[in-house]
């Protein structure tokens, strides 16, 4: 111990950092900021540090080109000792640590931390999500699968509708025309180094100012912000009332971090590493790439847009999304800091918590994308040919071998792109059905060239009998007044 | 400092102790510019696009549409599979093609050909094109992007080498008539 103690005070009086390091750590803040509300700042540091770790730990086997990259992946996956649990760790603490920024951000943006005068605190915070999601992409990159190759292809189209420089930036993006070895490498440098670096900076000086402006007090409701006063407000408050950081508030941040961490190593053991799925060979084309969980709802958003609107909101959403969470300080840089007193800022919160969610659910199931395999996969459910005529069950077989399966489901099986056919007639009348189907509209597909009459016969007779028992199909008012008979109940069922 | 006018020796030097490192900055920026801006620069002339082999006419049947796949032109001995594009070509009658990109018009996934129904398929977003490679329905707001070709000695070349956006010149200004 002894021995210790005079290492320490021999590096000392070389170093000179004992005293600040101390006063740093017992610096005093609000002791209502001891709380469990205010650790996922440190918790999104400490994963951050397991990233550095577990991202070196993989750099001394993975291999940054184009053609063995995936090779490498499936090595560490299957022939290096714990190789898979290592991946795991960085893929799960991946996701982590984009969870816990946002939650971070959503707690200091209710909280009113953004307020005066940690306006440049806010800011800098704004840039630590965009360089986390830019990691979260990037490294999504790296795990060189069909996914990544497909999601490069899906940002090289996003960038090349930037007018007049897109497919500069296309060029500049993939390291060439096509994405290929130049890609990953330049993905490799970005996730590698340029990024982290920028992530190291920002932490840094998010950090420092947090010492330098002291953790923002509880909000109270009619704790008013105001410039003149905040400062000599705060300096009363941390005198009268503080504790010091270290050890007064600290250990819930350390044993938040021990139980993250915790939960990490627990995913990856027991979820195991992201893929990789197939190999990124381009001519393999039986694959539906989906991003990872984060990106979800931008793919969500990107199926339900209007196209006429796609390419401004891509090219204009985000920029003003950036600019409106820059300017929020400058613009409500006083007044009240309680989410009790500030209901537009927790609906503003609510709102996009519920669109995030919903975006992200529906991607799960993307009922947008067409079933492909469903025409010769899924079979039609047995009720529905039961009893059927020779040319109804002609009609089922034009459905499956048309593909109409891919996008139509029957029982809720099949494409939801779209109506489920399972009560088509009681919407649509013999003659809607057979104009729908050669002419298409509405987002489906003209079939006209496709079918022949006697298909679109047998397909139309098939679809009629899809109405629910005791449903009377759709049917045309006006033909049976204007030929002065009685409305054809024939096709009903007799039961 | 003696006179307050004048300029002090070692302000002198400090003065152009900056002035040579920003010449010196300079110097290096513009070869390291050039070095990143290189995929965009295309030292070569023609640029990145040239004539490649599909394969022999009899590969590509009349009326119908198969899959092709070229090794890329532009190629590094590492790029592995990447090099490797595929693309649909579709014999419409006798000599004349039409050779269609993998590329979904929308964001680029892979577009899938269903002969039974006549239709691409993309599995992203669900965007659907005919099988002259029009717009059909789904978010994309143009047909297929399509290659130029030509036959020589029974060999069918399409001009190719870049992954096409829908952001490129050359197909913005070409667009595909519109079926039905």
């Known amino acids: 111990m002894r021995l210790i103690n005079s290492l320490g005070e021999w590096l000392d009086a070389r170093l000179q950092v004992a005293a600040s390091i101390r006063e740093a750590a017992e610096h005093p803040v609000p002791r209502e900021t001891a709380s469990w509300f205010y650790v996922f700042g440190s918790a999104a540091f400490v994963v951050f540090m397991l990233q550095i770790v577990t991202g070196i730990l993989l750099a001394l086997i993975y291999v940054p080109s184009a053609g063995e ?63 986390t999601l830019g990691m979260a992409f990037t490294g999504q990159v790296l795990r060189f699968d069909q996914d990544a190759y497909w999601g490069l292809g899906i940002g090289a189209s996003i960038a090349s509708r930037v007018p007049f420089i897109g497919p500069s930036i296309v060029n500049l993006m993939l390291g060439g025309p096509i994405i290929a070895g130049a890609t990953l490498s330049r993905f490799f440098a970005l996730h590698v180094f340029v990024v982290p670096g920028l992530l190291i900076a920002f932490v840094a000086v998010h950090l420092l100012m947090v010492l ?48 993250i961490l915790l939960s990490i190593a627990a995913c990856a053991w ?14 393999i084309i039986q694959t539906a790439p989906r991003p990872d969980f984060f990106f979800l709802w ?55 918590a519920v669109a995030l969610g919903t975006f992200t659910r529906l991607a799960g199931n993307a009922p947008w994308s ?52 399972d009560a088509v007639p009681v919407r ?30 047998a397909l139309v007779a098939f679809l009629e009998t899809l109405h629910p028992a005791g449903q009377s199909p759709a049917r045309d008012a006006s033909r049976a007044i204007a030929l002065g008979t009685q409305p054809d109940t024939s096709s009903l069922p007799d039961q | ?122 599995p992203c977003h669900g965007g659907a094109y005919y099988q002259d490679g029009s717009r059909a329905s789904g978010p994309p707001e143009r047909g297929l992007f399509q290659y130029d070709y030509r036959i020589e000695s029974g060999k069918l070349l399409i001009k190719a080498g870049e992954m096409p956006t829908p952001g490129q010149a050359s197909n913005i200004v070409r667009e595909i008539r519109t079926c039905v």
């Open chain 2, 1 to 122: 400092m003696t006179e307050p006018r004048d300029i002090s020796r070692r302000d002198l030097f400090m003065k152009t102790a900056m002035f040579v490192n920003g010449v010196v900055g300079f110097i290096l920026a513009v070869p390291i510019l050039r070095y990143l801006l290189s995929p965009v620069s295309r030292e070569r002339k023609p640029g990145y696009e040239s004539w490649i082999p599909l394969g022999d006419l009899k590969q590509f049947p009349s009326g119908e549409t198969r899959l092709a796949t070229y090794r890329n032109p532009v190629v590094n001995p590492w790029d592995g599979d990447t090099a490797d594009i595929a693309c649909w070509v579709r014999n419409v009658g006798g000599q004349t093609f039409q050779v269609f990109a993998i590329n979904c018009a929308h964001l680029g996934c892979p577009v899938r050909w269903f002969p039974q129904s006549g239709l691409f398929l993309c």
């Open chain 1, 212 to 259: 330098k402006l002291g953790i923002n007090e509880w909000p109270m409701p009619g704790r008013v912000v105001r410039k003149a006063t905040y400062i000599k407000d705060y300096h009363e408050l941390t005198k009268t009332d503080g504790i010091p950081f270290v050890p007064g508030a600290i250990w819930k941040d350390m044993f938040f971090a021990a139980f």
């Open chain 1, 270 to 283: 027991y979820f195991g590493p992201f893929g990789p799925s197939g190999p990124p060979d381009p001519t």
């Open chain 1, 428 to 457: 649509l009348t013999h003659d809607q059905l057979i104009r729908q189907v050669i002419q298409g509209g509405g987002n489906m597909p003209a079939y006209g060239k496709n079918l022949s009459p006697a298909e679109t016969t």
């Open chain 1, 298 to 352: 931008l793919y969500a958003v990107l199926s339900l847009l209007p196209p006429s609107m796609e390419t401004p909101a891509l090219l204009i959403g985000p920029v003003v999304l950036i600019l409106g969470l820059l300017v929020l300080p400058f613009v409500f840089g006083e007044g009240e800091k309680s989410w009790r007193r500030r209901p537009i800022a927790v609906l503003t919160i609510l709102l996009v």
């Open chain 1, 370 to 421: 067409p079933v492909m395999d469903a025409w010769s996969g899924i079979p039609i459910p047995f009720e529905f040919l039961h009893n059927r005529s020779a040319l109804e069950r002609q009609g089922a077989l034009v459905f499956q071998v048309k593909q109409c399966h891919n996008c139509h489901s029957l029982d809720d099986r099949g494409g939801k792109r779209g109506p489920a056919l």
């Open chain 1, 69 to 131: 990259a995936w090779n490498s992946l499936q090595t560490l996956n299957h022939n290096v000792a714990l190789g898979w649990f290592i991946r795991g760790l960085h893929g799960w603490g991946s996701n982590f640590m984009v969870a816990i920024v946002l939650i971070h951000m959503v707690q200091v943006f209710l909280f009113g931390a953004y307020k005066y005068p940690r306006e440049l605190t806010w800011i800098v915070g704004v840039f630590l999500l965009l360089v």
